[in-house]
């Protein structure tokens, strides 16, 4: 029997190109998921690498600060756990961003897969695709990368300041000598009695000065705690309850360790006596 070769027909071809041009199109909106987790995903990554540069160089984002009540623990005390609280939050971010990079990715695989098994597109295919697509979401995070980047050189900036102001006032604070503080209040007495020593040094810590507590103020640190997550859970999304949720932990774990602290006194016991 003769060896018969068949060419294909003119109208098979255009069967096969129609073909493979609807399957394009009917890939358009698993492309566009999978263009919108790329864009997520970056996005995400930038913000990784802005918290771990804070992180190494002990800034932290407006966002991520915690407040401290005032009154309740001496200023050395105050300032370890404000930058105990903030490093532990500033930490949780990262990792949380992390995870939903992860989770992205899982989400691009099976969308990968969806390409491949339902639209039967090809290997080479897909893979060009998906250079063409992280090129767009790259290109589309370039300003978000500028931004962080500003951002960053002003928290350094501020940092650098606060640096010096706190040196400055740390210079001027009374010596052991006992020689005057220039950052105490002056005190004019207007009335005809004549003030003590210890009334004196105790009216020049000025008006919104505050004895320490005896007790760990348990039910300040709770109002405040609640009126922070508070304010960050009206803005309903879930970034924000989370951090929230997160501010919460971070406080109980404090709490439970303050509770049996030590408050030391911010008056000697000379002073604390009443005159």
């Not at 070769?5 to 492309?31: G, M, N, Y």
């Not at 897909?126 to 978000?144: D, P, V």
């Not at 001027?172 to 007495?189: A, C, F, H, Q, R």
Request: net charge positive.
């Amino acid at each position: 029997m003769p060896y018969i070769k068949l060419f294909p027909t003119a109208s098979s071809q255009f069967r096969r190109q129609t073909d493979w041009r609807d399957r394009r199109e009917q890939t358009t909106p698993v492309l566009n998921k999978i263009l919108d987790d790329l864009k997520k995903k970056a996005n995400w990554k930038q913000q990784c690498s802005f918290l771990l540069k804070c992180k190494d160089s002990k800034v932290v984002p407006k966002g991520l600060r915690v407040n401290v009540p005032k009154g309740i623990m001496n200023r050395e005390q105050e300032k370890k756990w404000k930058i105990k609280c903030e490093v532990e939050l500033l930490q949780k971010t990262i990792k949380r961003l992390y995870i939903k990079q992860q989770n992205a990715d899982e989400r691009i695989a099976s969308r990968k897969l969806e390409l491949r098994n339902k639209f039967k597109m090809g290997d080479v295919w897909i893979e060009n695709t998906m250079r063409w697509l992280e090129k767009k979401a790259i290109q589309a995070g370039k300003s978000k990368k500028e931004s962080l980047k500003g951002k960053f050189d002003r928290l350094n900036a501020e940092k650098t300041f606060m640096e010096e102001l706190y040196k400055i006032n740390e210079e001027k604070k009374v010596d052991e000598n006992g020689t005057s503080n220039p950052l105490k209040k002056v005190v004019y007495n207007n009335s005809s009695k004549e003030l003590s020593p210890k009334q004196h040094r105790v009216l020049e810590l000025g008006r919104n000065f505050a004895i320490t507590p005896k007790k760990f103020p348990l039910l300040e640190y709770i109002a405040a705690t609640e009126n922070l997550c508070q304010a960050l859970e009206q803005y309903g999304d879930d970034e924000s309850v989370m951090k929230a949720q997160t501010i919460r932990n971070i406080t109980i774990s404090h709490i439970r360790k303050g509770v049996g602290m030590k408050i030391k006194d911010n008056l000697s016991a000379d002073d604390e006596k009443k005159p």
